[in-house]
């Protein structure tokens, strides 16, 4: 068609006008893209229609939630987001704290913990999640106060009332059964860690109150409880013994009960009588002589102890060992080679202080000097008091060579390593030597004999 001189833009926004005019073409705006989400309208998004943006489960629009669709077929705003949501603080769980988190972005998970003294009760799990509803997921009961083990104490008991469990923070008070005593403390209470500080205490078993006796008292007049290893001290009225151990002790036999150690001892009145030591002495001077009382004896000089040198009081009023007697020194009889006494009466094993016995020698023998002898060829010899003899005499053989002296000189000269073939000539000498003497001696036996 000629004539019609119009551009094709202008053309076109005409023709979209009549056409919106007439009512044959209605504009749109186009279906925008959102990630996590969508818009939805129930006019099909024609101008002019509002449409509410829905986000995603999990998601919640990031700036305006509506959008409207202009006539221009434009969307405003242009741009619509859908962001992941967020839960509020999650609750508040009794007896336990959460972990420090200050964004609860959806799908956070989140943990708590129990506060001191509460333990997590067994099979729950201590987490909630942000949903996608953003609710958090629902938390049970977590924690539960921490438990002790319920005390035991053999041979005791709890003061305070029994409970039928015992938790954070509880005190218990304990008591021994009569006959035991209480070892640790007397109190307890239950720890944040499910033990009881102090630990719980035992009972000892005790001996019974230690015997009294007469005329007597023991240290523990005051005590009322005795323990293993408790001691126990006698002692007696003034002037009495004590008989037995002087301290007794609380021990055990079987490892089980307790008793003690031995029986109490006795008091009694012991007294010994005077020792009498006839040229003896003691020490220490006394004048009474009660039980446990111990003496040392001696003798006079010429005396000597017969029996034990201390002797001890005892118990039932005697001395043991029994207390000595001093017995004069004696000397014991003279003995001297190749001689004797004189006279046979004088013989005897034993010979008293100043006693004088004679001796002699044997025939063919003579005293080896003339020290204490008399006109008839004896000696005369006392007996000292330390029980020597005044000096004995010596009897040789009559005459000649002292045999022995010369063989004495052999062996001398033999230890002094003299030369074998020098020695040998020695011996020789000696031997002829020796040879003259045997002929002398049993010429001078057969002179003899022959004279008898
Ligand atoms: C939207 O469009 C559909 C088909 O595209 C049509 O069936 C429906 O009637 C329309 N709704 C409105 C409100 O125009
Ligand atoms: C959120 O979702 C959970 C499970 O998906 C459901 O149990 C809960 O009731 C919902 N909360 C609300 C407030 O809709
Ligand atoms: C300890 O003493 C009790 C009562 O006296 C007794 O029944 C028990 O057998 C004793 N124990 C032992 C190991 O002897
Ligand atoms: C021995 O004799 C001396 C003096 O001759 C005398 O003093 C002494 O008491 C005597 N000894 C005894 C034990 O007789
Ligand atoms: C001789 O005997 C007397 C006592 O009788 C003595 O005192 C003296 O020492 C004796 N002499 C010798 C040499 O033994």
């Known amino acids: 068609m000629p004539g019609l001189l119009c551009p094709p833009g202008q053309l076109l926004a005409l023709l979209v006008l009549v056409l919106q005019l007439t009512g044959s073409l209605e504009l749109q705006c186009p279906v925008p893209r959102i990630s996590n989400g969508q818009l939805r309208s ?240 003691m020490i220490p001077q006394r004048f009474t002589f009660p039980y446990g009382v111990a003496l040392q004896f001696s003798c006079d000089e010429g005396f000597v102890l017969s029996g034990a040198t201390e002797s001890q009081c005892q118990a039932d009023g005697t001395w043991d060992p029994p207390v000595p007697t001093c017995q004069p020194v004696l000397c014991p009889r003279p003995q001297v080679a190749y001689g004797g006494l004189k006279s046979p009466l004088d013989d005897k094993t034993w010979y008293q202080i100043n006693e004088t016995v004679t001796l002699e020698c044997a025939p063919g023998y003579q005293f080896s000097d003339n020290g204490n002898m008399s006109l008839e060829g004896s000696w005369t010899a006392t007996c000292l008091p330390g029980g020597n003899w005044t000096p004995l005499p010596k009897c040789k053989k009559e005459g000649g060579a002292d045999v022995c002296e010369e063989v004495h000189y052999i062996k001398s000269l033999f230890h002094c390593g003299v030369p074998v073939a020098e020695m040998k000539a020695l011996l020789e000498i000696q031997k002829l030597f020796l040879e003259i003497k045997k002929l002398q001696i049993e010429l001078e036996n057969w002179s003899r004999t022959g004279a008898l």
Request: hydrophobic content about 30%; aromatic content about 10%; overall charge positive.
């Open 42 to 281: 129930a006019q099909n998004f024609t101008a002019g229609s509002t449409a509410t943006l829905e986000c995603d489960a999990g998601y919640q629009p990031g700036g305006a939630s509506k959008a409207q669709c202009l006539p221009v077929g434009l969307w405003y705003p242009r741009v619509l987001t859908c962001i992941p949501g967020q839960c509020s603080h999650p609750p508040a769980v009794s007896n336990a704290n959460l972990n420090h988190e200050y964004k609860f972005i959806v799908g956070t998970t989140v943990t708590y913990s129990c506060h001191r003294g509460f333990t997590l009760i067994p099979g729950v799990s201590p987490t909630t999640t942000c949903l996608k509803n953003f609710t958090w997921s629902a938390v049970p009961k977590l924690c539960q106060k921490v438990q002790c083990p319920t005390p035991v104490i053999p041979h005791g008991r709890e003061i305070s009332a029994r409970k039928a469990e015992y938790t954070f923070g509880q005190q218990v008070e304990f008591q021994c059964d009569l006959g035991y005593v209480l070892k640790g403390s007397q109190r307890s209470q239950c720890s944040s860690d499910g033990m009881w500080r102090p630990p719980i205490p035992y009972c000892d078993r005790v001996c019974d109150p230690p015997p009294q006796i007469t005329k007597g008292q023991h240290s523990a007049l005051g005590t009322k409880v005795f323990p293993y290893g408790f001691e126990v001290k006698y002692t007696c009225v003034e002037g009495l013994s004590l008989i037995g151990d002087e301290s007794i002790y609380c021990t055990s036999d079987d490892g089980e009960n307790l008793t003690w150690s031995g029986p109490a001892p006795e008091c009694r009145a012991v007294r010994c009588p005077k020792p009498t030591v006839e040229r003896g002495r």
